[in-house]
């Protein structure tokens, strides 16, 4: 005896065709919806944000969606679809009358279920219909689809459905489906990838592979099983297909990683265009490179894990029940308890099933399972004692994060380590230092966990990573690579003294050492000198706001604010010779018909109208950070490249609460700040060299791979050399200062008769006249 459903399901369906029938006679009484909507088909195109090369970084709204013409779409993924959605597709009008007997005799006799709509008729349903099952739908549904087959042709009808249908995870179409579940391009999958996407549309939301990966398997192989039925592969191929382990798309995970830019431009294309943005196939094409941006990304994310695996090891994330044994049971359990644990591409979540002191048994939320032992535990090794106490204990149950730090010797499997989220931030931005083009950004070290983009609105000190722009308005004060400054106990009227980070002294020292060394003591005497209005002003030159400057001596520290933005523009500056460049994130939108919408200007031509500080004054400074990079704190920068045309300079703030490291070589300018958001110490042993430097090196490395040693180019008009070192041209026969020290006041080098230098000296003396009212703790490098 059939039961309530079937029979309401058959009564409804021999309705449906007996209605459907008798529809051309009287369509009047019904409201039949019209067909422009498929017939003139527009996609709902989400807001897509690209590289300058192309590759995507997001897509914006409320349903993902990539516009794939057929023939683009592999012939393989249309079988697929066809065999076990309408294998008589190319046959019938619209309605399958075969397919439908078959469904209705199957419903009569309690047999399986089966579906009777076409890919028209499924198309029609889901543009124009509702989904609410009655014989009117049904019959309005068959008499469109008969009309739809009689305005576009089949291969237009199975180019919209393959573009349109829903398959989950918010994916719409085959292309999404393809980069949602795979994080792949349709030309990219495997037959038993493309068997699992066609399987998809039956129930998207409870059979797709995220959802319920065994449901979404099984009707993988109804998939293959009818391709082979249609002779769309061979049986060789069939057992192939059955036997390839699926490897899902790690929740979160992009061929770039560039979140921080995405939300950038997003905000800029709704406040320009308001929330239909997110629905007309906007393009954000952004300045960045795919290959730069991910090697920041890269180089962020080891960094700062370097830095964390310093610290102490916090516990788990979190415990939960298991049951006992080792089966299938436990596969499921495990899964279920991972389910509400976001997963990341490189922090890989998992849950502890075996703990001992010499090896970890996790399984991971991908279902791998794998093993931790050795090297990979030592960090968290007393945690694994039989006598560690909560939070810290892993035991069975343990929710832990573990990486990859490389592969085993046959390359077959990944060798894994303990690891926890960071708790430190850090940034990193790169500029074309002739165009301003931002050709990577790295915001936070995960934008789920933190969107502040510290590399824009980070506002921090900038402590000695400030000091070569402050040297370069000294320049401008007739203070030279060879002037000699006393690296001294230094203390001013109102009692401040600053000291050095090392608490050392080097006695008097010349600028070009005071630099590679971070004097701070010579470097306070420095501005002294030129006076804190003047480099104020200065610092504006270089697109710092003076206005976020302290206006006395302590500028000299870094006490101020800058964004890690300002500062690789500020280094950019100094890189291309003096010239004043503004940093370009968004290059073009167009709308889904590729007319261009908006257009950054071309950079601006670098001329005397854009020259922030003299040729040479770029060249000097050149020739110092050089030596910073060579024999300096950042000596690690030359050796570790291996490439002499590397410039920069570290910066730490007082306890080490920010650490920088703003650099470039002649083709690219980059800074790394690396702190916590709540401002607190990295660490007593902890400094710009140590923290910031190793991932500027590390993006470096990458982004510079391949390219020559660009030589240090030819000096420009107005500089000379004076013994071992740069001078002005105007100084070659006095002039200069020679000596800043407190027991000698500033001395400078003259032939032109002790009148003249005593002049200079009252000059000095005025200018170093002015002592801070009130001064907060230095920065110590």
């Not at 309401?8 to 021999?14: C, G």
């Not at 290959?291 to 890269?298: L, M, Y």
């Not at 370009?584 to 854009?610: H, M, N, R, W, Y």
Request: hydrophobic letters at 40%; a positive charge.
């Amino acid at each position: 005896m059939l039961s309530l459903l079937p029979r309401r399901a058959t009564l409804a369906l021999a309705c449906a065709v007996v209605v459907a029938a008798a529809l051309p006679a009287t369509a009047s009484a019904f409201e039949l919806p019209s067909l422009d909507p498929i017939v003139h088909y527009q996609p709902k195109l989400p807001l897509q944000v690209l590289t300058a090369d192309g590759e995507e970084i997001a897509q914006f709204g409320a349903e993902r969606r990539e516009y794939v013409p057929l023939k683009q779409i592999p012939l393989q993924l249309q079988q697929a679809v066809l065999a076990v959605e309408d294998a008589r597709f190319r046959e019938h009008s619209g309605v399958d009358p075969k397919g439908m007997a078959r469904a209705l005799v199957a419903a009569i006799t309690g047999g399986r279920k089966q579906g009777a709509s076409t890919i028209t008729q499924q198309l029609v349903r889901t543009m124009l219909l509702t989904r609410q099952f009655s014989a009117e739908r049904k019959a309005k549904e068959i008499w469109l689809a008969l009309k739809l087959e009689n305005e576009i042709s089949k291969d237009r009808i199975l180019e919209i459905y393959m573009n349109e249908i829903f398959l989950g995870q918010r994916a719409y179409g085959f292309a999404a489906a393809a980069q949602t579940y795979f994080g792949k391009p349709l030309d990219k999958l495997t037959l038993a990838e493309n068997a699992m996407l066609a399987g998809l549309p039956q129930n998207p939301y409870y059979a797709n592979p995220v959802a319920n990966f065994q449901r979404a398997t099984q009707r993988q192989r109804v998939v293959l099983e009818r391709m082979r039925a249609t002779e769309a592969i061979t049986e060789e191929q069939l057992a192939q297909a059955k036997a390839e382990k699926l490897r899902l798309r790690t929740p979160g995970q992009r061929s770039v990683h560039a979140a921080h830019v995405a939300e950038m431009a997003r905000q800029a294309v709704v406040e320009r265009f308001g929330e239909q943005a997110y629905s007309k196939g906007l393009r954000v094409t952004t300045s960045l490179l795919a290959a730069d941006q991910r090697a920041a990304h890269a180089a962020v994310q080891r960094g700062v894990l370097a830095f964390d695996r310093r610290g102490a090891w916090r516990g788990p994330e979190d415990t939960e029940s298991l049951p006992a044994g080792n089966g299938a049971e436990l596969e499921r359990a495990a899964a279920e308890a991972l389910k509400d644990h976001r997963d990341d591409e490189t922090l890989r979540v998992g849950i502890v099933l075996e703990a001992s002191p010499k090896a970890l048994q996790v399984q991971l939320a991908s279902g791998d399972r794998i093993t931790v032992q050795g090297e990979g535990l030592r960090w968290a090794q007393r945690a694994l004692s039989p006598k560690a106490k909560a939070p810290l204990k892993i035991e069975r149950g343990a929710i832990v994060r573990v990486v990859s730090t490389g592969k085993t010797k046959d390359r077959k499997s990944d060798i894994w380590a303990i690891s926890q989220w960071p708790e430190a931030e850090a940034a990193l931005v790169a500029m074309d230092p002739r165009t301003g083009r931002i050709r990577a950004l790295v915001g936070g070290f995960d934008f789920t966990r933190q969107p502040f983009n510290h590399v824009t609105q980070g506002w921090r000190q900038p402590g000695s990573a400030i000091k070569p722009l402050l040297y370069s308005a000294a320049l401008e004060s007739r203070v030279m690579p060879a002037t000699v400054v006393d690296d001294l106990p230094f203390t001013a009227a109102n009692g401040w003294s600053p000291t050095n980070s090392n608490g050392q002294t080097q006695g008097p020292i010349s600028v070009r050492e005071a630099l590679a060394r971070s004097s701070n003591l010579a470097s306070v005497r420095v501005l002294q000198h030129t006076g804190t209005a003047n480099a104020r002003e200065w610092l504006g030159r270089f697109g710092l706001d003076p206005a976020r400057q302290p206006d006395d001596l302590t500028l000299a520290l870094g006490t101020g604010s800058a964004t890690p933005l300002q500062m690789a523009q500020a280094y950019a500056t100094l890189a291309n010779g003096g010239w004043r460049v503004s940093p370009v994130v968004i290059e073009k939108i167009t709308d889904a018909q590729g007319k261009v919408l908006f257009e950054a200007p071309p950079p601006a031509e670098l001329s005397e109208d854009t020259r922030a500080i003299p040729a040479r004054n770029a060249y000097v400074m050149g020739s110092l950070l050089n030596e910073v990079t060579r024999s300096g704190t950042a000596a690690r920068a030359q050796a570790v490249l291996k490439r002499s045309d590397v410039y920069g300079k570290t910066g730490t703030t007082n306890d080490a609460v920010d650490a920088w490291f703003a650099g470039y070589q002649p083709t690219l300018a980059a800074t790394v700040w690396v702190g916590y958001d709540q401002p607190r110490s990295l660490g007593g042993s902890e400094s710009g060299g140590r923290v910031a430097l190793p991932i500027w090196i590390d993006y470096m490395a990458a982004a510079l791979k391949g390219q020559p040693v660009v030589p240090p180019a030819a000096p420009p008009d107005g500089l000379v050399r004076e013994g071992e070192d740069w001078l002005y041209a105007e100084w070659r026969d006095g002039g200069w200062v020679s000596q800043i020290s407190d027991t000698a006041g500033v001395q400078y080098k003259t032939t032109l008769g002790n009148e003249i230098g005593k002049l200079f000296d009252s000059i000095g003396n005025w200018l170093r006249s002015g002592t801070p009212a009130s001064q907060p703790t230095p920065p110590t490098d």
